[in-house]
């Protein structure tokens, strides 16, 4: 049985950082293309990052120069940085993976506040 476990989630003030992780079992994780998605009440779900097998990285616009996505294949593991958080990024953050079909992890919230 496939698991993406998300770790890393918190209150934060603007201008802070966090990194999220995501622990993935119950598959070939190097087969795995890996993103992180978010959803903030009321929004759908969008595309924060992507990741490869081999590691090539791609970001969509919304938080382009602020994030790092990263993968562990050692550990099974895929990892997004956020930096300079703003309020707007409050949401809950996913994690995503796909081989053959798409799963989710359960989300980590984070929420950016003063």
């Known amino acids: 049985q496939v698991q993406l476990v998300e770790s890393g989630g918190g209150l934060v003030q603007p201008g802070d950082s966090l990194r999220l992780s995501c622990a993935a079992s119950?598959?070939?994780?190097?087969?795995?293309?890996m993103a992180w998605y978010r959803q903030a009440p009321g929004n759908e779900r969008e595309l924060v990052a992507q990741?490869?097998?081999?590691?090539?990285?791609a970001y969509a616009e919304s938080m382009r120069g602020r994030v790092t996505i990263s993968r562990d294949n050692a550990e099974n593991t895929v990892f997004l940085q956020m930096n300079s958080l703003k309020p707007e990024d409050t949401a809950v953050y996913y994690c995503?993976?796909?081989?053959?079909?798409?799963?989710w992890g359960q989300g980590t919230q984070v929420t950016v506040s003063s």
């Open positions: 995503n993976a796909h081989w053959l079909k798409n799963y």
């Open positions: 990741i490869t097998p081999l590691g090539t990285p």
């Open positions: 119950g598959i070939t994780f190097r087969l795995l293309d």
